[in-house]
């Protein structure tokens, strides 16, 4: 999972130049390390959960863009609601941290924040497009998406003591 981390900051460096590019490059990217992090593993079961989450974010960014008709702050077209590029990062930041947990996901979610707002600072979406689209990424992943082997980190907070709760499935 290092890899991916390095793989991403590498690959926003190659298109330091403009936000626009190294968002739009992070926005591939980082479906790309959550897929092949599925192929590395040789996790089968995640990689069908990824994909599922992954048509399902689309179906929905899609039908959005075109039943909600919003035009770009730059005028360009009226396909603006909601961001594609962050619902695309956040669905696969989400995937990381759902099937992995949330060490392996810091630098993708760190990513998706930036493709989030390289979305805004580039004009092409207004700041609730780029929200709606984190949202709609998220829920399609947590919708189809376990653990990887059965473990789960989470936190736990009851009556005055705060810890995480560690469990196993089998």
Known sequence: MKRIAMILTAGSMLYAGTVERSGDLLALLLPAAAAGSTAVLEDRTGGWQFARGFAANAAVTLGLKYTVAETR???????????????????????IHKRYGLNYALPAYLAA????????????????????????????????TTKYKGWKMSPVARGKRIGVELSFKF
């Open 73 to 95: 702050p730059n005028e360009e077209d009226d396909h603006s609601f909601p961001s594609g590029h962050t619902s695309l990062a956040f669905q696969s930041a989400a995937f």
């Open 113 to 144: 924040v930036y493709v989030g707002y390289s979305r805004v600072e580039s004009d092409n979406h207004y700041i609730h497009d780029v929200v709606a689209g984190a949202l709609i990424g998220t829920v399609s992943t947590l919708c189809f």
